[in-house]
């Protein structure tokens, strides 16, 4: 008997000490990778996305606003059913057009491709908007999942879509601005994402007492821009019938306020669709209006004459006597646009007979270091600081560069290049009384915090107040009596100036082809707006007169009771 | 067989003692007790944080389809075609009105 007990003590006690050191193993030895892979089990850490902020218009309404988007993703190796079958339900609700027979097949063997790889996750289809994820829901398929991922809507369709720019992904798949606004103020648009993780149970469901750290996203902060919509559909609208009507190849306008550099409105064709910006060429995410270069031709006029006037070195009434007939300068001749030669034409009439000769006369007396200088002072050749990515500044020439015959034909606005916003900012300068503004299309940064504003920038005098007034007394009369006068609207007080600029095509200028423009305010004393229209090859006619002027005019009949400008008395 | 003598307590300390013993003892199973009820309690209300969050989630989805609706409604060029459709124009022409500006005398 008590041999037994003493048999069933050592055996009691012995299985105690194995107990005893398995519990050792698991809990001591093994403690710290267990409990490292309960923690991956129980924790969940993810990122909280953070809502990109919307761009408003200048009445508050939206350009661009965050939406609803979907990822619809496949677990191919959770699918059950026939992956031709699921294709053929799902490709007609990817489709844009279910009865394109071509599309749809094309669609279905994409899905069922996809569906058929040795993945576990596969995506399928990307920023599907709300309805056809619930379509797609309804069919129940197994193995077919929804990811949200907030989308762009634009209510405006594909308005204003260069200079909006789009939302497209970087190389770690998260939302990146591109082109324009979106990629100028992508970092203050994007906000920063949060963070959460927290120890879940088997269900998912959070356990309480256990570890948690949240840091809450910082939502991307909206842009109230100057951008007004009349204004811009306006524009859109007109600069689409006269692609059509003219038969031009692109085409852009512009619209600003001269007075602060607020940008009311921009367009440009061809463009794209922000939303769909993967169906389209990246030659056309590019803004013309600020990543384009040209050749101005005759509008560049103004400029030289303005710093000609306030150099003192031509007055208005100034005689040109070298303008009986064509030009020799070094081993070429200067002549003027349809050969018609105008002796001893005053500096005015130099403008509004948009005569190459008597601006070559100008171009003289200025001399090649104050004209460089000048051309200087008003931005050419520099960025202009436009809030839009993408602006190019292409170099004008150095002063001890020149020759006589840069000289000549930088005078008319041949051999420089600017970019259309360069144009405009350079002739606001001239309708704000010699003033030079940044042009600005961001007007306030919208927080929840409150609105902070972003102030207009003044860049200084570039010409005398005197200089600003007279050549705007020239514009008006080039306006009213050049080329353009019988598309001039009579009674309203605009000043403006036509250019019709050679295309340059490898070292020599293009017979045929033009780059036409009109850029003019109104009212010349009390300028609401100062606006470029600039059609390049157009068919119907190589002459801004005949087209890119009409097109102005066209735009400017709906601008001036919307801006309350009545004519003349 | 041997037996020990044993002397009788005092009848005083017998009732004493075990009561104290017993007053403590049940303090702490009591606060065991409820320390044990408080965490279970806890530990479910996860359950109840799932459910608040699965019904934040949904009130966020229907106010950013709400906010889609408003965006959608606020677009210009769809009000202009939908002006269209009923049939208003613009006006084909302006008729500007000239007024003399009349000042009142001062006294």
């Known amino acids: 008997m008590l041999l037994r007990l003493k048999i069933f003590t050592v055996l009691f006690l012995a299985s105690f000490a194995l107990l005893i050191a398995r519990l050792f193993y698991w809990q001591i030895y093994k403690g710290d ?27 508050g309404t939206w350009l661009a606003a965050s939406g609803e988007g979907w990822l619809i993703f496949a677990e191919p190796k959770r699918i ?28 279905v063997d994409r899905l069922k491709d996809l569906m058929t790889r040795d993945a576990f996750w596969v995506p399928l289809k990307q920023r599907v908007d709300g309805e056809i994820k619930k379509n797609v829901e309804v069919l129940g398929i197994e193995g077919i999942g929804f990811e949200f991922a907030e989308t762009r809507v634009y209510p405006e369709s594909s308005s204003a879509a260069q200079l909006l720019g789009f939302v497209g992904k970087d190389d770690q798949g998260n939302n990146k601005g591109y082109s324009g606004l979106e990629g100028y103020y992508d970092l203050t648009l994007s906000g920063k994402p949060g963070f959460l993780s927290r120890e ?52 852009i306008v ?17 463009s794209y669709d922000p939303k769909n910006y993967f169906d389209y060429s990246d030659e056309l995410f ?8 040209y050749e101005p031709g005759s509008v560049f006029k103004i400029i030289v004459m303005a710093s000609a006037l306030d150099a003192e070195v031509v007055e208005p009434d100034t005689r040109c006597d070298i303008c009986s007939g064509p030009l020799k300068v070094d081993k070429y001749y200067i002549r003027t646009w349809n050969d018609e030669y105008h002796p001893d034409s005053t500096m005015t009439d130099v403008v509004v007979h948009s005569d190459n000769v008597g601006m070559t006369f100008v171009g003289n007396k200025l001399g090649p270091d ?14 202009t600081g436009v809030d839009l990515q993408g602006e190019v500044s292409p170099k004008i020439r150095d002063k001890n560069e020149w020759s006589v015959v840069d000289l000549a034909t930088a005078s008319f606005g041949q051999g420089v290049a600017v970019t259309p916003i360069q144009m405009v900012r350079a002739a606001a300068a001239i309708a704000n009384d010699g003033i030079m503004t940044t042009p600005q299309v961001v007007d306030k940064v919208v927080t929840d915090q409150g609105n902070q504003d972003i102030k207009p920038q003044e860049e200084g005098r570039v ?40 295309i340059p095509i490898e070292g020599h200028y293009d017979e045929e082809k033009t780059i036409a423009s009109f850029i003019g305010f109104a009212p010349y004393d009390d300028p609401k707006f100062i606006m470029l229209t600039t059609l390049r090859e157009p068919q119907s006619s190589p002459w801004a007169s005949e087209t890119a002027a009409p097109l102005w005019y066209s735009i400017a009949e709906e601008f001036f009771p919307y801006f309350g400008i009545h004519p003349e008395k | ?25 049940l303090v702490l199973i009591l606060f065991v007790g409820l320390q044990v009820f408080s965490a279970v309690q806890t530990l479910a209300s996860g359950g109840e944080i799932a459910e608040l969050e699965k019904k934040e989630a949904e009130l966020l989805k229907a106010n950013r389809e709400l906010q889609e609706d408003l965006v959608k409604s606020s677009s210009l060029s769809q009000m202009s075609e939908e002006a269209d459709e009923l049939g208003f124009t613009e006006p084909d022409t302006i008729i500007y009105l000239g007024t003399d500006d009349f000042v009142a005398k001062l006294p």
């Not at chain 1, 267990?34 to 923690?39: C, E, M, N, T």
């Not at chain 1, 909206?222 to 007109?238: A, F, R, S, V």
């Not at chain 1, 104050?370 to 960025?383: E, R």
Request: charged content about 25%.
């Open chain 2, 1 to 25: 067989m041997k037996f020990k003598k044993y002397k009788r307590k005092d009848r005083k300390f017998r009732f004493r003692l075990p009561g104290i013993w017993m007053m403590f003892w």
């Open chain 1, 254 to 270: 512009v619209v600003m306020n001269p007075k602060n550099g607020a940008i009311t409105g921009m367009a440009s064709y061809p």
């Open chain 1, 33 to 59: 990778d267990l409990s490292v892979q309960a923690r991956q089990q129980y924790t969940k850490g993810q990122s909280i996305d953070a809502k990109r902020g919307d761009i408003l218009s200048s009445d």
């Open chain 1, 80 to 107: 059950t059913g026939d992956p031709e079958e699921i294709a053929n339900e799902l490709a007609p609700l990817f489709v844009e057009d279910p009865d394109d027979r071509k599309s749809l097949l094309v669609e």
């Open chain 1, 286 to 293: 590019n803004n013309p209006v600020v990543s384009s270069t």
């Open chain 1, 463 to 502: 010409i005398s107040k005197k200089a600003a007034n007279q050549i705007t007394a020239m514009m008006v009369e080039a306006a009213k009596n050049g080329e353009a006068k019988w598309t001039h609207r009579s009674g309203f007080g605009v000043a403006g100036k036509t250019g019709t600029a050679q």
């Open chain 1, 370 to 383: 104050k004209l460089h200088d000048y051309l200087k002072s008003f931005g050419i050749g520099q960025p």
């Open chain 1, 200 to 251: 879940s149970d088997a269900f998912g469901n959070p356990i309480m007492l256990g570890s948690s750290k949240e840091v809450l996203p910082i939502g991307g902060v909206d842009l109230l821009t100057h951008i007004d919509k009349t204004i811009q559909l306006t524009i859109e609208e007109k600069l689409s019938d006269a692609i059509e009507n003219y038969g031009a190849k692109s085409g």
